[in-house]
């Protein structure tokens, strides 16, 4: 993430997939919840479609650890859930509070898959 003049942010997404190739998103996102900054909409849909309100998504940040080293995002309906982590690879006692954390919350978490890192 990076901020931009505007007030709003820069996303950039990456994935390596199983080959080894690396797929990337780009998107910005606009704080919708000034008081926590943690509710944003995200679009990574091209700018010339950015008035249309379907293009944009929820993107909530709902736990963070106390090191600011993993992040849970969701949306309003739960639908989703990603952990974002700033490292590849997790400390295990500190993934298990963040999952402990999720599950207080009432998430699935069945459904989470792990993406194996080299």
Do not use: H
Not at 19 to 26: I, K, N, Q, S, Y
Not at 70 to 76: G, P, R
Request: glycine fraction near 4%; hydrophobic fraction near 40%.
């Amino acid at each position: 993430y990076a901020t931009r003049p505007d007030g709003r942010l820069d996303v950039t997404n990456r994935c390596r997939r199983a080959d080894g190739t690396v797929t990337e998103a780009r998107g910005v996102a606009k704080v919708v919840d000034t008081t926590t900054r943690a509710k944003l909409k995200v679009r990574f849909a091209p700018a010339i479609l950015s008035w249309l309100p379907m293009v944009w998504g929820d993107y909530w940040v709902i736990d963070l650890d106390p090191n600011y080293q993993l992040a849970a995002v969701s949306d309003a309906k739960r639908e989703y859930l990603w952990v974002l982590s700033r490292q590849k690879k997790v400390d295990a006692p500190t993934y298990q509070a963040l999952l402990a954390r999720l599950a207080a919350q009432g998430f699935d978490l069945q459904r989470l898959e792990l993406s194996p890192q080299p």
